[in-house]
Every structure is written in structure tokens, then in C-alpha cells.
T-cell receptor
Framework: SAVISQKPSRDICQRGTSLTIQCQVDSQVTMMFWYRQQPGQSLTLIATANQGSEATYESGFVIDKFPISRPNLTFSTLTVSNMSPEDSSIYLC?????????????FGPGTRLTVL | GESVGLHLPTLSVQEGDNSIINCAYSNSASDYFIWYKQESGKGPQFIIDIRSNMDKRQGQRVTVLLNKTVKHLSLQIAATQPGDSAVYFC????????????FGKGTTLSVSS
């Protein structure tokens, strides 16, 4: 499986500021996804990060709030903009399609965000 | 929308017992399922997967059973160990490569020694 890292691992931010989270994979992957996991909850998909084109957002998530970049097949960023305490969550990237086409997804360690 | 759900939010077992974690899904078009283990402070870790053309798949100490008739998925852990304590999620997709996963609510497994 791919080795996935995320930066930062955790952060405490002030209301109204923005934070950019990085996701790095040790091999080229077809698909990258960003999920949110609120405290004690399951994972909810934010968007699919498409290489070379705009991300595809799920219902309830918009580009202005969660801009995503994917400049190549091994890297993506998620920005949480104009943060409020409700944005306090774990943000996770996942990858799929490593090497040959596969539906299996592997997750990074997550970024734990607290907004004051 | 359709989603995957788990029957029990918590499960407590003794070390050495066998554990069974259940999951019900509602999307009849789903044909690929994954079980993940998430330890405190970590991202979900892949455990085992199964496609809808199978009823059973075994890994090391784990078995996944799929009953398409009643749309039920289960994870069996043999000889449960304290290190198995974690939150377990089932996830599904409809099998198209690159389709994002739909996650269930999670079951917290506590193993006492």
C-alpha cells in the first residue's frame, strides 16, 4: 500500500484565519480524496481532488470554503478558509488507484484541527 | 441518501474471545466493501475488503462475510487481543474505480484482559 503523510499533524487556529493541509504520497496515485471526521463521528467526504482539473465537491461543501489543489499525482492540499469553531475536526486524505486500478483506499494519519 | 450503518456503537469482549462486528447497507448497487480499523489519534487502517461476487473472505485472524440477500456485512476477529481495541468502520462503494467511499457510523471495540 502507499505511504501517505499529512502536514501539519495538528494545529490550533483562531477564528477567521485559514489553514492549508498538505497530503503527500510516496507513489503516483490516480485518485485522491479529502474527508472530514468530526469528534466521535464517522468520515464524510469533502471532495475528490482531480489532477489537472478542479476538485469535485460533495453536497454541503464548496470551493470557496475548502479550496483544493492537486498539482501532480503524488500531492494535494486542502485549505480550510475563514475558520469557525464548527470546523474543528480531523481532516483526512485518502488515495486510491495506486499503480493498477483499484477501489481500495488508504488513508493518511489525519490533521487534527481545533478552532478557537 | 443511502448509507452504510453499523448495528452496535460499542462492543466489549474478553481477550481471547471471538468478536463479530456487524454492518447493514442499503445501496443494492454497492459491490465493493471495506473494513477499516481506526485507533485513537490515527487515520483509518485498511483491514480487509470483499467484492459482491464473494460471500466470504479470510485474512489473518479476520473474516468478512457478505450476505447480499439481507444487505449485511460482518467482520469476525478471532482470538481478540487488547491491540484490537479500536473503532471499526465498514465502507462501501458501487465499484467504479475511483468512486469515493460511504462510511458507516463505526463500532468501538473494547478488549479487556
Amino acid at each position: 500500500s502507499a505511504v501517505i503523510s499529512q502536514k501539519p499533524s495538528r494545529d490550533i487556529c483562531q477564528r477567521g484565519t485559514s489553514l492549508t493541509i498538505q497530503c503527500q504520497v510516496d507513489s503516483q496515485v490516480t485518485m485522491m480524496f479529502w474527508y472530514r471526521q468530526q469528534p466521535g463521528q464517522s468520515l464524510t467526504l469533502i471532495a475528490t481532488a482531480n489532477q489537472g482539473s478542479e476538485a469535485t465537491y460533495e453536497s454541503g461543501f464548496v470551493i470557496d470554503k475548502f479550496p483544493i489543489s492537486r498539482p501532480n499525482l503524488t500531492f494535494s492540499t486542502l485549505t480550510v478558509s475563514n475558520m469557525s469553531p464548527e470546523d474543528s475536526s480531523i481532516y483526512l486524505c485518502s488515495v486510491g488507484g495506486a499503480g493498477t486500478s483499484t477501489d481500495t483506499q488508504y488513508f493518511g494519519p489525519g490533521t487534527r484541527l481545533t478552532v478557537l | 441518501g443511502e448509507s452504510v450503518g453499523l448495528h452496535l456503537p460499542t462492543l466489549s469482549v474478553q481477550e481471547g474471545d471471538n468478536s463479530i462486528i456487524n454492518c447493514a447497507y442499503s445501496n443494492s448497487a454497492s459491490d465493493y466493501f471495506i473494513w477499516y480499523k481506526q485507533e485513537s489519534g490515527k487515520g483509518p487502517q485498511f483491514i480487509i475488503d470483499i467484492r459482491s461476487n464473494m460471500d466470504k473472505r479470510q485474512g489473518q485472524r479476520v473474516t468478512v462475510l457478505l450476505n447480499k440477500t439481507v444487505k449485511h456485512l460482518s467482520l469476525q476477529i478471532a482470538a481478540t487481543q487488547p491491540g484490537d481495541s479500536a473503532v471499526y468502520f465498514c465502507a462501501e462503494n458501487i465499484g467504479q474505480a475511483g468512486t469515493a467511499l460511504i462510511f458507516g457510523k463505526g463500532t468501538t471495540l473494547s478488549v479487556s484482559s
